[in-house]
């Protein structure tokens, strides 16, 4: 059974840090492009960062370009996404992704909140 799970969401302040983990099971995780995406009510889901299966190479979106670092342990099935000085439009719920060719994984989402 593919399982994406997603952790670490929860309540921080302006300017502070969350880390967001994705544990993956059920499938070979170390060949997939692994992303991260966020959603807001309402509005369509954005992608937030990419890296590629080795981790050599990593994209993100404008607005959390030196801010945010998507990171991945292919030893231990997980993908990672550090994320610094949050600002409030940084809520959102948090999606893990997983794609190779044309299959594609989705976790369950973990919700951040940045409010004082």
């Known amino acids: 059974q593919v399982q994406l799970v997603e952790s670490g969401g929860g309540l921080v302040q302006p300017g502070g840090s969350l880390r967001l983990s994705c544990a993956a099971s059920g499938f070979t995780f170390s060949p997939y492009v692994m992303s991260w995406y966020r959603q807001v009510p309402g509005k369509e889901r954005e992608l937030v960062a990419t890296i590629t299966s080795s981790g050599r190479f990593t994209n993100y979106a404008d607005s959390v370009k030196g801010r945010f670092t998507i990171s991945r342990d292919n030893a231990k099935n997980t993908l990672y996404l550090q994320m610094n000085s949050v600002k409030a439009e940084d809520t959102a719920v948090y999606f893990c992704?997983?794609?190779?060719?044309?299959?594609?994984?989705w976790g369950q989402g973990t919700q951040v909140t940045v409010s004082s």
């Open positions: 992704n997983a794609r190779w060719g044309t299959t594609v994984y």
